[in-house]
């Protein structure tokens, strides 16, 4: 709890000197590191590591933003991050970060699962069906599991609607199972 307080006042002190045209940017940035950081986690430790020596973990640190595009700001607080110590919450920080730059723009991100490739009409209507009950622009992230048999499920940070045929056989299973006793 205290690294995600930690986390949301660095994301305000960078949210708040941003104008409208740095925040896209800054939301660009955001999903590479995330994905970079995916797909080697093991990075972070190695940064916050007291092993090394200071000087290596902020050369292991300014390679994370060679491809970014706001390259200074970054480098600034992952160079404090580094000095505090405190470099294993920078996930933490990205995340809050595009949360708060989402909610700027009345935006929220929705993961999609469905069972297969559905027509772009379906989308767009579940997409307005979200819209809808979330009272937000959703920014869907789909994926594919052929597990929930059909229908879909769909989640943020704060809410699950589950509209699977596989919960709904599983909710009808129970039902039966009651009555019979």
Do not use: C
């Amino acid at each position: 709890m205290k690294n995600i307080l930690v986390a949301q006042r660095y994301s305000h002190a960078i949210i708040s000197g941003l104008s409208d045209k740095e925040i896209n940017s800054i939301l660009a940035d955001i999903e590479s590191m995330s994905n970079s950081i995916k797909t080697e986690p093991k990075q972070i430790n190695v940064v916050n590591s007291l092993l090394f020596p200071m000087n290596k973990r902020m050369e292991i640190a300014m390679d994370m933003t060679q491809k970014l595009k706001n390259t200074e700001l970054w480098k600034n607080l992952f160079g404090i991050l580094i000095k505090k110590h405190r470099f294993n919450i920078v996930t933490d920080i990205l995340q809050d970060l595009e949360n708060k730059i989402l909610d700027k723009k009345n935006q929220v991100k929705v993961g999609l699962t469905i069972a297969h490739d559905l027509p772009e009409d379906v989308l767009d209507s579940i997409s307005a069906t979200l819209r809808d009950i979330l009272e937000k622009e959703a920014i869907l992230d789909i994926k594919i599991n052929p597990e929930i048999l059909g229908g879909f499920v769909a989640t943020t940070d704060s809410l699950l609607i589950d509209g699977s045929i596989k919960n709904n056989l599983v909710k009808l299973l129970k039902v039966k199972s009651k009555k019979k006793k």
